[in-house]
């Protein structure tokens, strides 16, 4: 049996460490611990990789520290347009839903489209139906509206007028959660959620549900979850590039994750971050902004960090 391991990461939009008062530290860090415990309880209990990070996301998506579910960001008319993707290192099955508006848990439908089969994508009103018409729980936009997130829509919408916008920190722009997960029998997963980006326009689709881009797990090399300026993920195939540099040019997994990171997605000025783990249990969390809500599980050993702690 394979020593199983889990990685989550809550966003490389971490609020500066000059704003992180103790109790929002506290409360990410409280939030981070939850979801790695769960997840790791069903690891250690013989359940897949993929039940793990859908399970350690969904935590992730129920707290409004996180910008998914209950939390997320809103677009620039007010609403809230969700994307998730979860894809299992097995088999190679993915599923995923984007621009959804009413899915209490959108990690769980992607998980039940991953198991479906076909079709492996579906959008807007579409993935609403196709999860109430599977008993998944619906409800209504506002449930996943926070003071928090409404404030900082008005906040963006300013600096856009003033023309500020550039200047915006990455909590205020952008955030997502994921989880990858090495399993006792040796399998891979990757899940991914986020609301996208504060403000972004009605029908924006970022690289959490797009895989090969923000999720990507194959039981050759790594499972991959990203964070950051999705339309750069999207261009570059991050999740699938990782893997490629690893099955394809011998690289570790640090070196393939940190080289696009710090090298292409840097240049690009894209903040980035994402969390992986290969087939043999390593674990890799890089990013290049002020922070990345992040944190590991292997045995009795629990990791969770927010800064360059």
Known sequence: MTRPV????????????????PEVNHAARSALRRALQAGYALLISGASAADAVAEAVQIMEDDPVFNAGHGAALNRDGVHELDASLMDGESGRAGAVAGARRIRNPVRVARALAEAGDPLLLIGSAADAWAA??????????????????????????RERLGTAQGATEQEKHGTVGAVALDGHGH????????????????RVGDSPIIGAGTWADDRTCAVSGTGKGELFIRLAV???IHARMLYAGQSLEDAAGGLIHGELAALGGGAGLCAVDRSGNVTLPYNTGGMYRGWIRGDEVYVAIHED
């Not at 889990?6 to 008062?21: K, N």
């Not at 599977?134 to 919408?157: E, I, K, S």
């Open 6 to 21: 889990l990685a989550i990461h809550g966003g490389c939009g971490a609020i500066p460490r000059a704003d992180l008062t």
């Open 188 to 203: 891979l997963a990757a899940a991914t959620s986020t609301g996208g980006y504060t403000a972004k326009p009605a029908g």
């Open 133 to 158: 018409s599977h008993g998944f729980d619906t409800v209504d936009n506002a449930h996943f509206t926070t003071p928090a997130r409404v404030a900082a829509l008005h906040t963006m919408l300013e």
């Open 239 to 241: 999740g699938h590039d």
